[in-house]
């Protein structure tokens, strides 16, 4: 195991300071995902800094007009058994309940959950096999290797990886904000725009900037999260990351699509919103199979399968035909 040392941080401004300052340091919450990539030496960081200790950042707010303000130290399971969480937005307790083991749960924050890495193999194995992630400007070998779990959407030649999050798909259809404090105050990152698609720097997986603690997530009120649903298809049926998910959320006139909401998990290396489906299906009937079906097919235009993951695509489409069914039950 690598050898790091451990500090505890009591106040935001100055965790924010050390981090600015020193490239060495890591912020550690759960610590669920970092350990794993410090044991695969996938991350190396010589100091951890324990951010628990920081105030009013576990915190689970209703917001009056509906919405949601989570906190980034919020655990995984607090989130998931909400009441109001549960009520307003369900697609987003169902993707943490399928994310994991309960204890992982118990221990995983919100903040690390989507700020967690790719699951691709070359990248965590550490075996000595190219992985532009890993070490920039080597290759990467899943582009013509083992590919059955990457990308179909929005890869680059320097990286067919997935991003692992599930409520991180859950928060992008819902049109979230990510808070981020800084030396200079904070900003609210559109979720869309937080995590990156690789091109030619696939290392970097985010908007954050060194210097910067995630803070909360903000959820907007929305009509629609009310009839929402998370669906996830996995190997196995216990504690296993997705070929392939869906969070949909709609607002219907009876049975009659009056806005949706759709986006994809394990097809790309962020969330991956299905904005031309999300056009087509307004004015759509939900109990017309065939219509939902073209709809769908729309953001399929630019899917662009590897040699071992061309299923997919098929895939991708049911799942979403069937999120989106399964939310308009709840409407």
């Known amino acids: 195991m690598h050898r790091f040392a451990l500090s505890r941080a009591g106040d935001a401004a100055m965790a924010i300071a050390a981090h600015a300052r020193d490239p060495a340091l890591a912020f550690i919450a ?9 044991k695969d030496r996938a991350a190396l960081p010589e100091r951890l800094l324990d951010i628990n200790g920081l105030p009013d950042m576990a915190r689970i707010e209703a917001v009056p007009d509906g919405g949601l303000r989570i906190g980034a130290l919020a655990r995984m399971s607090d989130v998931a058994a909400d009441v109001e969480v549960r009520r307003r937005f369900p697609v987003i307790a169902e993707a943490l309940l399928f994310a994991a083991s309960g204890q992982l749960r118990n221990m995983a924050s919100i903040g690390g959950n989507i700020l967690q890495r790719t699951r ?5 194995d550490g075996d000595d096999l190219p992985c532009n992630k890993r070490r920039a400007g080597s290759g990467c070998a899943a582009l013509r ?13 320097a990286c067919v990886a997935t991003h692992a999050s599930d409520v991180a798909v859950a928060f992008a ?5 990510v808070i981020v404090r800084g030396r200079s105050g904070e900003r609210s990152i559109p979720f869309g725009d937080f995590h990156r698609l690789p091109g030619d720097t696939p290392q970097r997986d985010t908007a954050l900037e060194r210097g910067e603690l995630i803070v909360a997530v903000e959820v907007p009120a929305q009509e629609a999260g009310r009839a929402s649903h998370y669906l996830k298809v996995r ?17 219907t006139d009876g049975r009659r699509i009056r806005s949706a909401r759709l986006a994809l998990g394990g097809v790309a290396h962020k969330p991956w919103r299905l ?4 056009t087509a299906l307004r004015g759509a009937s939900l109990d017309d199979v065939e219509a939902l079906k073209s709809a769908i097919a729309t953001s399929f235009a630019d899917a662009r399968p590897l040699a071992g993951n061309g299923f997919k695509v ?4 049911r ?4 999120a989106l069914q399964s939310a308009g039950a709840r409407a």
Do not use: K
């Open 120 to 124: 691709c193999p070359y990248f965590r």
């Open 275 to 278: 904005t031309a489906a999300e």
């Open 173 to 177: 259809a819902l049109d979230a904000h």
């Open 235 to 251: 190997d196995r049926q216990s504690y296993e990351f997705a070929l392939v998910s869906a969070a949909a959320a709609l607002a």
């Open 145 to 157: 290797g083992l590919n059955r779990n990457h990308a179909i959407f929005g890869w680059s030649e």
């Open 319 to 322: 799942v979403s035909l069937r």
């Open 314 to 317: 098929e895939l991708a489409r």
């Open 30 to 38: 759960g610590g669920t995902d970092l350990l794993g990539l410090m």
